[in-house]
C-alpha cells in the first residue's frame, strides 16, 4: 500500500483535518516558503496531532546543528532535506533522513547513486526553485529505482493524477501540498479525494 504524505501543514485547521482522514505522514516546512512555519508554531500544532502520524521537518540548507535543534525540539519521525546538501552533512543524523532530488531526466537518477539516506524524494526539475513548485515530471521516464529505495514521489501530485502516479512509478510514498489546497490553505475535501484515490477507497 502506497503510503500518504500531506506537506505543508501551517494551520490548527490543517491538523484537524489530518487527525480526522489519517494520513501516513505530514510536513512542516521550516525553510523559506509560503508555507514555512517556525519551531514555536510547529510544537503547538503538533501537540494536538495524532500520535500515529508521522512527522517530517523539510529543510533547504540548514545548519546540521539547527536541524538537529528543530528535529528535538518538534520530536520530527523524518528529516526532510531539499537543498544542496552533500552526502557526509546528512549521515548520522539522530532521525530517518529523506533527501530530495529534481528529475529533468533519465541521467538525474544516477545522483541517488551517491547517497545513503531512508528515502529518496522525487521532485521535478524547475531552475531555481528547490521543490513546492505544483508541476510533474515525466513519469515515463524508465526507471527501476523503487526496487531497492524507498521512493517518495511528489511534484504536481493532485486527485486527480495520483492514481496514474501510483501505477507508472510505483512509489513508497506520494508528497502532495498545493494539490489539496484552496487559495493556499489546505482544503479538507480535496485531502479527503487524494486519500481515497490512493488507498482505492471510493466510498463516499
Known amino acids: 500500500m502506497t503510503r500518504i504524505k500531506i506537506c505543508g501543514l501551517t494551520r490548527e485547521e490543517d491538523i484537524a483535518y489530518v487527525n480526522e482522514l489519517k494520513p501516513d505522514y505530514v ?8 508555507r514555512q512555519i517556525t519551531p514555536k508554531k510547529a510544537i503547538k500544532l503538533i501537540e494536538k496531532l495524532d500520535r ?7 529543510f533547504v540548507n540548514p545548519s546540521m546543528e539547527e536541524a538537529r535543534r528543530i528535529a528535538e525540539a518538534c520530536d520530527l519521525d523524518v528529516l526532510q532535506f531539499h537543498g544542496e ?3 557526509e552533512d546528512i549521515i548520522g543524523l539522530p532521525r530517518e533522513t529523506w533527501k530530495s532530488f529534481r528529475i529533468k531526466n533519465q541521467e538525474s537518477f544516477q545522483e541517488l547513486e551517491a547517497y545513503s539516506v531512508g528515502g529518496y524524494l522525487l521532485d521535478t526539475y524547475v531552475k531555481g526553485q528547490q521543490g513546492g513548485t505544483g508541476k510533474a515530471f515525466d513519469w515515463n521516464i524508465d526507471s527501476d529505482i523503487n526496487k531497492n529505495k524507498m521512493i517518495i514521489l511528489a511534484g504536481g501530485l493532485s486527485s486527480e493524477n495520483v492514481e496514474e502516479a501510483v501505477e507508472k512509478m510505483k512509489p513508497h510514498v506520494v508528497d502532495v501540498s498545493s494539490g489539496v489546497e484552496t487559495d493556499g490553505c489546505k482544503d479538507f475535501e480535496k485531502i479527503k479525494k487524494f486519500i481515497e484515490k490512493v488507498r482505492g477507497s471510493h466510498d463516499s
Open 52 to 58: 500515529r502520524i508521522k512527522k517530517v521537518g523539510v
Open 27 to 34: 510536513g512542516f516546512v521550516f525553510a523559506t516558503s509560503k
Open 85 to 87: 546538501e552533500k552526502p
